[in-house]
């Protein structure tokens, strides 16, 4: 198979000013992409045949040899998934089934907040932050290092945040918490959580 680059869903200014379009240059017409790249070229000397890109994620999960493959499959996925889960005039108080959830289980709207910043920030180094189903379908906040990806864990994702400097550095340089902030306060895209949470 060949993995592409999927567009943005949304014009390179639409996150502006907490997202510029600089930073979606570089991250996803130059990061996104060279995943995308270094993946196509690990895959083509592979001697298997995948179906998708969730195939090759979670084949390659945990297997000696075949990390460069599977950090690059993750990534492209990884990357996706935190494009779609963000749009312009997004973040706030939650809608949907989503709302009903979070106050089950992490205390309300302010609970979720306060636990994805601390949980984002805490992550040592590149990573990811995220809101997850765990296996008995309890809502959950948690972090990732580097490629690493909720479902090799029996989680389900439903939301990420890229907490690698090459996603805030431009505007925020060292000041991951405000990057943080603009995310929760100003780009979450509550729509996109809704359907990957009624999609089971
Ligand atoms: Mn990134």
């Known amino acids: 198979m060949i993995v592409t680059l999927p567009p943005l869903p949304y014009e390179l200014t639409a996150l502006e000013p907490y997202i510029s379009k600089q930073t979606l240059e570089f991250h996803h017409g ?33 297997k000696a040899g075949q990390e460069g493959i599977f950090n690059n499959a993750a990534q492209v996925w990884n990357h996706t998934f935190f494009w779609n889960g963000m749009k312009a005039n997004g973040g706030g108080e939650p809608t949907g089934d989503i709302a009903a959830l ?28 995220w809101l997850v189903l765990d296996e008995n379908g309890t809502l959950k906040v948690t972090k990732t290092g580097n490629a690493d990806l909720p479902m090799i864990h029996g989680q389900k994702a439903l939301l990420a945040c890229d907490v690698w400097e090459h996603a805030y550095y431009l505007d925020y340089q060292n000041r991951r918490a405000d990057f943080v902030d603009a995310f929760l306060n100003h780009l979450i895209n509550w729509d996109f959580v809704n359907q990957n949470l009624a999609a089971g």
């Open 102 to 129: 979070i106050q089950r289980d992490l205390g309300g709207y302010e609970g979720f907040k306060d636990t994805f910043k601390k949980t984002a920030i805490s992550q040592f180094g590149s990573g990811w932050g």
């Open 30 to 62: 130059k990061h996104h992409q060279t995943y995308v790249t270094n993946l196509n070229n690990l895959i083509q000397s592979a001697p298997q045949q995948y179906a998708s890109l969730e195939d090759i994620i979670r084949d390659t999960a945990g």
